[in-house]
């Protein structure tokens, strides 16, 4: 058989993740990349979970559970004693959160953690609310979502403002590299945790991870879900190397999906009016093109 | 590698000094969980690897070059069904089977 | 060797002397001397170690946490604002069973502002499952740190340690001090090394979920096990710290005139200092008057205080905090501890010296005073002394 990805697992079978979890994905993905020579930090998240009770772990690497808004405090402490202890070399020290643990509640530490300069390598799997705690939004929640506590009623609708853009926040920390990575690409993912591993200094991956719970889609849609959110570029693929953009995966203007499909895909759009709806599109047009712009004024040569 | 034995701890003197987990989480057989079933067309299988490649729980094991399910694991959310390209999986109900 | 120091430069030179081996620190004042002296030591090649300026003091004890679970010897100091900050991760640290050392200046809370003398922010952290010691000199600071790695990294214990001083009396206050050989502490410490910590050739998972019909209640009794094993143990390292290095403190309550006492003050801190004079002054008039200056609060001295119970008649209790809803917490816990005894002494509390209002002789002596005036041995009694009424 010809496989694409290393055949290598370190996350176990028997996790707790629910049906079609995309946040599992993200890991099997890494780990594959990254090899046995990880140490983690993971905050509160459906990972603080995923991996099952005490005794047991589906991860075969070190690992510890942080408070939700300390992973890049937790990072940075790891790093700074392995090198006291004369034992960084070939470790990769990982934060691994998700997006209300590295956009809202530990954006203070990330930051802190990426301007110090530590070699650390920070991901984020993005399913774009609380999911942990029951689909509360979050700020990488998108305009438009319905959640628990933006719900679809008589005087109030689903979430009213845009995703924050956290990679952009990272990069603008001038940090070595930072870059996008979907489920549904794993030999992009896996390519780019590679080069993570291999650059020396701060990281930063930001993953899409859909949700099958949270979302209200069929689980079985999770890997298609995640194609349309990039083939549509709600989702781009990219990366930031030492400041130069570079999309990874072009999407021309003829080959480019309307949001409509992805929109009606998912109960958490369900509801959406059509002017909702051009708004959406109008902003992820304009957010392409700004991509594009980046990469034509600062790509790389 | 690790195996699925269980860890049971009589008494607090036993416990490591904070919740430090030395198990793996094979013990926990989430097969259990599954109400549809993947099943493989041999016949139709292109050897491609998508299915293993895709699927969240690590539940398509290659066996002699080919795909299998570890039923003890599969939660059977049908991700390897709908991206396998060449429509070799079907999910089955558990119950008719 | 000997240098003027002061508490604060004591606390850095101590980080120094155990060969903390990462520091993640936040500066706040008055704890600013301690993170500006370790950076001096650092940048003039003389201490080696892993310095982390991080951006908050959550953050600075959050990664003192990896740290230490990785296997380093971890210090860290900040002081009121920034130690409500750690709140969560104090629980954390001691949960996670990392002996993390740090000192904490002792400062109010605010507002309004306040940057003096004021134990409200540790009192507040009393149930976070570190152990607290209060100092009175710089030369305790310093000596106390080399005992606290000690007693907190034994595998009896592996609970994390806060030495407090007050802010500015004793942080900014500079006496001479005698600085070990470092050969000497070398030997007295040992290195850390853990049976359990992070390493990618034995990969475990720290700090996993356990349900309620597992084990969660059991690891929180291991650490009510681990506060008492640090009785003997706090008791034992300091007997050892003065057979090599000629200096002792007390233990948990540091006695200083309590032999026939009628009366005894107990306090906290730098205003025991106050105290001995005005104890000295009582019984050169032949007052029967005593000071017992609590050094350790977490584990509680509960026989220390039964034992001095027994001879005493009066005990005038002196918090510099308060526990707004009820008493100041030394007042509260000692009166606890001395319940059961069959003839227990009558215990009184006073507030004094909140927000650095200083804690004169006179304010000793009215306490002696009130003390001396009860006659009622069943009333009970609690005030704050100098209030402007």
């Known amino acids: 058989m010809k496989l694409t990805i290393p055949e290598q697992e370190l996350m176990e079978k028997g996790h707790m993740a629910c049906l079609g979890c995309g946040g599992s994905l993200a890991m099997r993905y890494l780990l594959k990349a990254l090899g046995k020579d990880t140490m983690m930090a993971i905050p509160a998240c459906c990972w603080a979970v995923i991996p099952g009770v005490f005794p047991y772990s589906c991860l075969e690497i070190p690992l510890q559970y942080v408070a939700f808004e300390a992973t890049g405090a937790a990072i940075s402490g790891m790093e700074a004693a392995l090198k006291a202890k004369g034992k960084k070399d070939g470790v990769t020290v990982v934060g691994w959160a998700g997006d209300g643990g590295t956009v809202d509640i530990g954006i203070q530490a990330l930051s802190g953690a990426v301007e110090r300069g530590h070699d650390v390598k920070y991901v984020c799997y993005d399913n774009e609310a609380y999911m942990n705690t029951g689909i509360q939004r979050s700020s990488a929640t998108p305009k438009g979502a319905w959640t628990t506590t933006t719900p679809v009623g008589n005087t109030r609708f689903w979430k009213q403002t845009n995703k924050k853009n956290i990679v952009e926040i990272m990069a603008a920390h001038d940090i070595p590299y930072a870059c996008t990575a979907s489920v549904a690409y794993p030999e992009d993912l896996i390519k780019k945790a590679k080069k993570m591993k291999d650059i020396k200094g701060p990281c930063y991956m930001h993953i899409y991870a859909p949700c099958p719970t949270g979302w209200k889609y069929p689980p079985e849609k999770t890997i298609e879900l995640s194609r349309l959110a990039t083939e549509s570029c709600i989702f781009p693929l990219y990366e930031v190397t030492y400041g130069k953009y570079k999309i990874n995966k072009d999407i021309k203007d003829e080959k480019k999906k309307p949001i409509i499909d992805y929109l009606r895909s998912q109960g958490r759009f369900r509801k959406l009016d059509e002017e909702t709806i051009r708004s959406l599109q109008k902003h992820v047009d304009d957010e392409w093109i700004k991509l594009k712009k980046k990469v034509e004024c600062f790509g790389e040569e | 590698m690790p195996d699925d034995h269980e860890i049971n701890y009589n008494s607090y003197k036993e416990l490591p000094p904070s919740p430090i987990a030395t198990g793996s989480s094979l013990v926990f057989k989430t097969g259990g969980w599954r109400t549809m079933r993947p099943i493989i067309d041999l016949e139709k299988c292109k050897k491609c690897g998508i299915c293993w490649k895709y699927c969240p729980d690590v539940s398509i094991i290659i066996v002699e070059d080919l795909p299998k399910v570890d039923l003890d694991y599969c939660k059977g959310c049908g991700i390897c069904a709908n991206e396998c390209p060449f429509d070799a999986i079907v999910m089955v109900e558990e119950e008719s089977i | ?389």
């Open chain 3, 1 to 389: 060797m000997k240098k003027v120091l002061s508490g604060n430069s004591a606390a850095a030179y101590g980080s120094m002397l155990v060969r903390a081996e990462v520091i993640s620190a936040y500066p706040i004042t008055p704890q600013t001397k301690i993170v500006e002296k370790i950076a001096d030591l650092i940048a003039n090649g003389e201490f080696k170690t892993e310095f982390v300026k991080v951006e908050s003091e959550h953050s600075a004890m959050a990664a003192a946490v990896s740290a230490s679970l990785v296997g380093a010897r971890t210090f860290t100091a900040t002081s009121a604002q920034g130690l409500l900050l750690m709140h969560e991760i104090l629980h954390w640290a001691s949960a996670s069973r990392t002996p993390i050392v740090m000192v904490n200046i002792n400062r109010g809370l605010a507002p309004p502002w306040s940057v003096w003398a004021d134990q409200t922010d540790s009192i507040a952290q009393r149930d976070t499952g570190w152990m607290q010691f209060y100092c009175e000199s710089c030369q305790e600071v310093l000596d106390t740190m080399i005992q606290l790695y000690k007693v907190a990294e034994d595998k009896d214990v592996l609970l994390p340690a806060m030495l407090s001083e007050d802010a500015f009396l004793l942080s900014h206050t500079s006496e001479i001090v005698d600085i070990p050989d470092q050969e000497k502490v070398d030997d007295f410490l040992g290195t850390f090394d853990p049976e359990y910590k992070l390493d990618v050739n034995r990969p475990m998972s720290f700090g996993s979920l356990s349900m309620p019909h597992q084990y969660y209640y059991e690891f929180r009794y291991k650490i009510a096990e681990a506060m008492e094993n640090a009785k003997n143990k706090i008791i034992e390292v300091e007997r050892d710290f003065e057979k090599v290095f000629g200096r002792s403190y007390g233990g948990f309550l540091d006695l200083y005139r309590c032999d026939g006492a009628d009366i005894v003050l107990v306090a906290a801190g730098s205003m025991s200092s106050t105290i001995r004079i005005a104890v000295d002054e009582m019984r050169d008039k032949g007052h029967k008057v005593g000071l017992a200056r609590l050094r350790v609060f977490r584990p509680f001295p509960v026989e220390e205080f039964k034992k001095l119970a027994k001879d005493v008649k009066i005990i005038g209790v002196l918090d510099r905090s308060f526990c707004f809803g009820y008493e100041g917490a030394f007042f509260t816990e000692i009166k606890s501890a001395l319940y059961n005894m069959d003839d227990r002494p009558l215990v009184k509390g006073y507030v004094v010296g909140i927000g650095g209002r200083d804690v004169t002789l006179d304010v000793i002596f009215e306490i002696i005073d009130d003390c001396m005036k009860t006659t009622d041995t069943k009333e009970e009694s609690f005030k704050w002394i100098g209030l402007k009424g």
